[in-house]
């Protein structure tokens, strides 16, 4: 499809247990994003990748999750030893930024929606 | 870090009526406003921006306009639909593509 994939649509895990969300940008598109959205809340930034280089992982909640995209296209949010805190939907966008550029748009995907029993 | 203040935090209005929501930034820096459109169980949909060197933007039935002076900027829907119910958030970004959103409006409209 020509939009931003995420899968799987749904988890639920167990408290403790290690989660993998993937997402697929957006062909061609250099920036790509992770936030994390609490239910009734705006989407708040994890991490920034700029085609393999993750630039900022400042908002990364603790030394427990982990992002990657080593090719530059593919990105994969980890999450070790998942706590009921946790839960949210995980969203990843992309857009088409030029480096040294200003903003583009940046395009959702629909979302992982994790839940951690 | 920069915040983004959303009011009001749910709004009704009569098909066809008009509907405003008003977002305040508190980073100087930033300079570019996109506003996002969710609907339930998806992500959010970019329906207008605007960047800092622009005073107001228009895009059919929807507009956004900006205050730098006072850090606040607002979307004004017109003649509203039915679809045009759904959550409705403002960000700010300052050149890094790093958004930081509002907490969101619901707006329903009845018809």
């Known amino acids: 499809g020509a939009g931003v994939s995420q899968s799987p649509r749904y988890k639920v895990a167990k408290r403790g247990q290690d989660v993998a969300l993937r997402c697929d940008p957006i062909?061609?598109?250099?920036?790509l994003f992770w936030y994390q959205q609490a239910l009734g809340q705006g989407p708040e930034f994890l991490t920034y990748?700029?085609?393999?280089?993750?630039?900022?992982k400042s908002g990364l909640p603790s030394d427990r999750f982990f992002a990657e995209r080593p090719e530059g296209s593919v990105s994969t949010l980890k999450i070790q030893r998942t706590q009921q805190e946790d839960s949210a939907v995980y969203l990843c966008?992309?857009?088409?930024?030029?480096?040294?550029?200003?903003?583009?748009?940046?395009?959702f995907g629909q979302g992982t929606r994790l839940t951690v029993v | 870090g920069e915040n983004v203040e959303q009011h009001p935090s749910t709004l009704s209005v009569q098909e066809g009526d008009s509907a405003v929501i008003k977002c305040t930034y508190s980073?100087?820096?930033?300079?570019?406003f996109p506003w996002y459109k969710q609907e339930l169980g998806k992500g959010p949909q970019l329906i207008i921006d605007i960047r800092s060197n622009v005073g107001e933007k228009k895009d059919q039935r929807i507009a956004v306009t900006l205050n730098k002076t006072a850090k606040h900027f607002s979307l004004h829907i017109t003649e509203t639909q039915p679809e045009d119910s759904a959550v409705y958030f403002c960000?700010?970004?300052?050149?890094?593509?790093?958004?930081?959103f509002g907490k969101g409006n619901q707006v329903v409209v009845i018809p």
């Open positions: 990748f700029q085609n393999e280089a993750q630039l900022d």
């Open positions: 062909s061609g598109h250099v920036s």
């Open positions: 960000a700010a970004s300052h050149g890094n593509n790093r958004l930081a």
């Open positions: 980073d100087s820096a930033s300079n570019y």
């Open positions: 966008a992309s857009s088409f930024r030029v480096v040294g550029g200003g903003n583009t748009e940046a395009f």
